[in-house]
Nanobody, 123 residues
Framework: QVQLVESGGGLVQPGGSLRLSCTTS????????MRWYRQAPGKERELVAS????????NYADSVKGRFTISRDNVKNTVYLQMNSLKPEDTAKYSC????????????????WGQGTQVTVSS
């Protein structure tokens, strides 16, 4: 079975740091593009960061560029999101997404999602 399990969320003060982890199983992780999304109440889901299958290509939303870093470990089948200099507007539920596409080396398209982990930035 496919599983993606996020961890590492919590309550942090502005300017603080958190590292989110997404541990996966049940699919070929090393062929998948991995992404972090977030969604705050009343707002649409936002793509925060993505990383290519080998880890060589990363992309970030402008709002987090320079503060967040996405990385992956293809041996542990885990993707991380290091979040520094956190702001109240970073408050959201953060979800891990595995994306497969034949253009990037998988046989079929797919999107797998974790349950999300809450990040709250507040004084």
């Amino acid at each position: 079975q496919v599983q993606l399990v996020e961890s590492g969320g919590g309550l942090v003060q502005p300017g603080g740091s958190l590292r989110l982890s997404c541990t996966t199983s049940g699919f070929y992780f090393s062929s998948s593009v991995m992404r972090w999304y977030r969604q705050a109440p009343g707002k649409e889901r936002e793509l925060v960061a993505s990383i290519g299958s080998t880890g060589g290509t990363t992309n970030y939303a402008d709002s987090v560029k320079g503060r967040f870093t996405i990385s992956r470990d293809n041996v542990k089948n885990t993707v991380y999101l290091q979040m520094n200099s956190l702001k109240p507007e970073d408050t959201a539920k953060y979800s891990c997404n595995a994306h497969g596409d034949p253009r990037w080396g998988t046989l079929w398209k797919y999107d797998y999602w974790g349950q999300g982990t809450q990040v709250t930035v507040s004084s």
